[in-house]
Every structure is written in structure tokens, then in C-alpha cells.
């Protein structure tokens, strides 16, 4: 069976769902942001094989690989979203809509990488997992060396973050700045979990995945530096701006 895109695909369900019953919440479920929707369905599938292709350049692989690549779905969804807007003229922020049910999915479609995929690097902590000696591009699992289970990291990451969007989506006001902070919470997890993927290392050691994310890093840090000065996450801190 199929498991990684049967999980895939559960996860754009269960982030559909998610989504219109936040728009339905918001009273902002309409023709305008399904069509948001529809964008980001379309930049997320183009961004994942574009970005999966990018890796070997090779035309032929284009379907094979490209549904692999979650920062490429991602960058594309984003894509996606905006251009759909300018077409029909929609300036309504949607992303706040996105993020509890970009969260919630990410943890599903999880499932489907740690069943397919190399779990991570060699690793002698206890909870270290072994996998198939036919799992792809996995030495380790050729050897029988227990190695990090670093799609479980983020799929309790993704529900954790889920919960905390789920608490912070009441208390913040200002548009926007829901989806910023689960894209800087992403952001930086992804960063430092890479450290325990099994993806190929370049310069100074780093993977390809995060050398992509640092300049979005530095730009987030001014994103939250340009809301925290204009107290926009004084809610979630109960903190009283100086006057």
C-alpha cells in the first residue's frame, strides 16, 4: 500500500476540515476563502514536486520525489494562497484560518514519512527506533542501527502546536499574527530537527533543508520583533503596554 500517500492525503482532508470549521468560527467561511483554499491546495502539490525535483534535476522523477519535499509544499501553499487572492481581489488576511489546520495535518501526514522514510540518524538514547533493512536511502537501517524517530518528534510537535493555537487564537486580535507565530515555532523546529534527520549533509554540516530556512529564519525574527514592539502578543503574556 501507498502509506505515505494515504497519509498525505488524510492530512489535506483532516486540514480541510480544520480549516472551514475555523472560517466558520471566524465568519469567514466563504466564496473568497475557499478560493484561498483551493490556491493552496494547488501551490502546496506544484511547491512538494518542484522542490523534490530540484534535488535531481532528473524530469522523470518529477512525480516520484516531489511528494516528499514539506518545505516546497509549504513555500508553494503560501504561493499559491496569495496569487489565488490577487486574482480574484480578496485583501482579507486568511492565514490565521491556515494555521491550526496546517498543524493538525503536518502530524497526520507525519505518520505517513515515519512509516516509509529513514527515521533519522544513528542514535543511542533509549527510545531510538529501527526500521526495515528496504526503507530508501537508509544505511542505517541496513545495519540494524537504532536511529531517531525524528518524524515522532514532529508529529508531537505539530499537536502540541495545534493545542497552543487553539488556546492563542482567542486571546490575539491582531490579524496575522497567529499564522506568524506557528510559522517562526515551525521554523525553528525544523531547523534544529534536522540535526537528527537522516538528510545529506553540505557546508559547515548543515542540510540542504535548513540552509533553505535560515534566511526565513532571520525575517521572522524581524516579523516578531516588528509585532512585539507594537504589543500585538501582549494577550498571550498579559503584558501592559507602557503608556
Same mark, same amino acid.
Given at each position: 500500500m501507498p502509506l505515505h500517500e494515504i497519509f498525505v492525503g488524510l492530512g489535506v482532508l483532516v486540514a480541510s476540515v480544520v480549516f472551514v470549521h475555523e472560517a466558520r468560527r471566524r465568519g469567514a467561511l466563504n466564496e473568497q476563502s475557499l478560493v484561498a483554499v483551493t490556491g493552496a491546495l494547488v501551490g502546496g502539490a506544484i511547491g512538494m514536486r518542484l522542490a523534490g525535483w530540484l534535488e535531481t534535476l532528473n524530469l522523470s522523477d518529477l512525480w516520484l520525489y516531489g511528494s516528499r519535499s514539506i518545505l516546497g509544499g509549504l513555500t508553494g501553499a503560501y504561493l499559491g494562497v496569495? !496569487? +489565488?487572492? %490577487? !486574482?480574484i481581489g480578496y485583501k482579507q488576511r486568511?492565514?490565521? &484560518?491556515? +494555521? #491550526?489546520a496546517v498543524a493538525l495535518g503536518m502530524a497526520v /501526514? %507525519? !505518520? /505517513?514519512?515515519h512509516l516509509t522514510e529513514a527515521p533519522g540518524r544513528p542514535t543511542e &538514547? #533509549?527510545?531510538g527506533v529501527h526500521a526495515p533493512p528496504t526503507t530508501p536511502e537508509c544505511p542505517g537501517c541496513l545495519t540494524g542501527q537504532a536511529m531517531h524517530p525524528s518524524f515522532i518528534y514532529e508529529i508531537i510537535f505539530q499537536l502540541a502546536v495545534f493545542a497552543a493555537l487553539l488556546w492563542a487564537r482567542r486571546r490575539l486580535t491582531e490579524p496575522g499574527e497567529l499564522f506568524t507565530l506557528y510559522l517562526a515555532a515551525y521554523a525553528v523546529f525544523r531547523f534544529l530537527v534536522e540535526f537528527t534527520r537522516a538528510n545529506e549533509t553540505g557546508w559547515l554540516d548543515l542540510t540542504r533543508p535548513q540552509w533553505f530556512l535560515i534566511p526565513g529564519l532571520l525575517l521572522l525574527a524581524l516579523r516578531l520583533r516588528y509585532g512585539w %514592539?507594537? /504589543?500585538h502578543y501582549d494577550p498571550l503574556f498579559k503584558r501592559k503596554v507602557m503608556t
Open positions: 496569495l !496569487i +489565488a487572492k %490577487r !486574482i486568511t492565514g490565521d &484560518l491556515f +494555521a #491550526p /501526514g %507525519r !505518520i /505517513g514519512c &538514547l #533509549p527510545w %514592539r507594537r /504589543g
